[in-house]
């Protein structure tokens, strides 16, 4: 398998993060069972200027994962039911991040956290092998076409933050027969 992104990959904006992680692996050990799946669908939260980031409201106890060092888990818990999974992104202090929204046999980000077994446990904690949960890039795969869209869910950031188009999702390659 190929190696764990480190922190220089995070280390970026979002909005490059979430558009680079499309075609990528979220990796999950759970046990001695090992579960491989091709990130599909992100979306970017580019800030504290950004109202739909959590980060608009301030830093919190909520969002202080967000203000650490890049490559860490954001996993927060909404409508008391659904663990969200994102990935911090930026240098530390700079509250960004990136919800994996969707892998490539799950979609929906509370159904993916679900299926893979991820809590508010790995809240504040870095994605790598030490820690059960990690994303890798394998540069032998042939890179997914991505369509921007903007985010789901976010109309209360207001006119111009909810239709930023933030939301990566690849789509599959339209084959044509030969006439």
């Not at 008391?80 to 240098?91: C, K, Q, R």
């Not at 933030?166 to 599959?172: L, P």
Request: glycine letters at 8%; proline letters at 7%; a positive charge.
């Amino acid at each position: 398998m190929a190696r764990p992104l480190g922190e220089s990959f995070f280390e970026r904006g979002a909005e490059t993060v979430a558009r680079d992680l499309i075609g990528c692996y979220l990796v999950r050990k759970r046990g001695q069972k090992l579960f491989k799946h091709r990130i599909t669908e992100t979306e970017a939260y580019t800030g504290p200027h950004d109202l739909a980031c959590h980060a608009a409201r301030g830093r919190t106890m909520r969002t202080e994962p967000m203000f650490g060092p890049a490559g860490t888990l954001y996993v927060y818990l909404v409508y008391g039911m659904h663990w969200m999974l994102n990935v911090v992104t930026e240098p530390v202090n700079y509250p960004a991040a990136v919800l994996i929204r969707s892998v490539d046999t799950i979609t929906g980000p509370g159904r993916l956290t679900k299926t893979l077994g991820i809590t508010g446990a790995l809240n504040n904690r870095a994605a790598a092998v030490r820690n059960g949960i990690w994303f890798v890039k394998d540069d032998h795969l042939d890179p997914l076409q991505v369509v921007r869209t903007k985010r789901i869910g976010v109309e209360y950031a207001g006119p111009i933050w909810s239709p930023k188009p933030y939301r990566f999702i690849s789509i599959a390659h339209r084959h044509t027969r030969p006439s």
